[in-house]
T-cell receptor, first 113, second 115 residues
Framework: GENVEQHPSTLSVQEGDSAVIKCTYS??????FPWYKQELGKGPQLIID?????GEKKDQRIAVTLNKTAKHFSLHITETQPEDSAVYFC????????????FGDGTTLTVKP | GAVVSQHPSWVICKSGTSVKIECRSL??????MFWYRQFPKQSLMLMAT?????????EQGVEKDKFLINHASLTLSTLTVTSAHPEDSSFYIC???????????FGPGTRLTVT
C-alpha cells in the first residue's frame, strides 16, 4: 500500500519568514495530494491540494509543488503569521479510490511573533 | 468549501455503555464517508470507509462489532462505539468525500472519554 513520509516533524519560524514542509510517497499511482491544517481540538481543514497533472499551485501565501518523478511534494507558506501555527498533514490518494487517503505523520508549525 | 458537522463534539460515558456519534455533510451529498481515530500528537488512523446503502469497509485491526457504522442517507453516517472501555477514549473524526470537486472534507471531531 501507499506510504507517506513527512518532514520535519516540528518547525519553528519567525513571523514573516517562510516555512516549507516536505512529503514523499511510494505509490506511483497516487494522483491527488491534499494538505490539511489542524488546530488544537479541531478537525483537519483542507488548505490546498494538487493533482498529478500540474506541478505547482498557489493560493495567496500558500503554494504546493509536486515532483511526480521523484515522488515528492511540498507545502510552502510565505510571510508566516502567528495564526499559521498548527499541525499540518500531507496526504496522498488515488482519485478513483473515492478519496481514501494515506496521511503523513504531521508537522507542528510554530510561528513566533 | 463544503461543510461537515459532527455531534456531539465531546462525550463522557461510563465503561460498558454505548455511544453514538453522528457525521453530517451539510451542503452536499456524500456517497462515501470515512471515520478516523486520532491519538494525541499523532496522525489520523483510518478506521473504516462508509458507503451509503451498503456495509462499511473496515481497516485491518478494527473490530467491526465494536465500532458499528451506518450510512443510512447521503448526508448522514453514524459511528456507534459499543461496550466502551477506557482504551476507546480518543478523538474521532469523520470526513466526507465531495465527489464533484474530488476533495475530502473533515468534521470538527468528537472527543470521547470513557470512565
Amino acid at each position: 500500500g501507499e506510504n507517506v513520509e513527512q518532514h520535519p516533524s516540528t518547525l519553528s519560524v519567525q513571523e514573516g519568514d517562510s516555512a516549507v514542509i516536505k512529503c514523499t510517497y511510494s505509490d506511483s499511482a497516487s494522483n491527488y495530494f491534499p494538505w490539511y491544517k489542524q488546530e488544537l481540538g479541531k478537525g483537519p481543514q483542507l488548505i490546498i491540494d494538487i493533482r498529478s497533472n500540474v506541478g505547482e499551485k498557489k493560493d495567496q501565501r500558500i503554494a504546493v509543488t509536486l515532483n511526480k518523478t521523484a515522488k515528492h511534494f511540498s507545502l510552502h507558506i510565505t510571510e508566516t503569521q502567528p495564526e499559521d501555527s498548527a499541525v499540518y498533514f500531507c496526504a496522498a490518494s488515488i482519485n478513483t479510490n473515492a478519496g481514501k487517503s494515506t496521511f503523513g505523520d504531521g508537522t507542528t508549525l510554530t510561528v513566533k511573533p | 468549501g463544503a461543510v461537515v458537522s459532527q455531534h456531539p463534539s465531546w462525550v463522557i460515558c461510563k465503561s460498558g455503555t454505548s455511544v453514538k456519534i453522528e457525521c453530517r455533510s451539510l451542503d452536499f451529498q456524500a456517497t462515501t464517508m470515512f471515520w478516523y481515530r486520532q491519538f494525541p500528537k499523532q496522525s489520523l488512523m483510518l478506521m473504516a470507509t462508509s458507503n451509503e446503502g451498503s456495509k462499511a469497509t473496515y481497516e485491518q485491526g478494527v473490530e467491526k462489532d465494536k465500532f458499528l457504522i451506518n450510512h443510512a442517507s447521503l448526508t448522514l453516517s453514524t459511528l456507534t462505539v459499543t461496550s466502551a472501555h477506557p482504551e476507546d477514549s480518543s478523538f474521532y473524526i469523520c470526513s466526507a468525500w465531495h465527489s464533484p470537486g474530488y476533495e475530502q472534507y473533515f468534521g470538527p471531531g468528537t472527543r470521547l472519554t470513557v470512565t
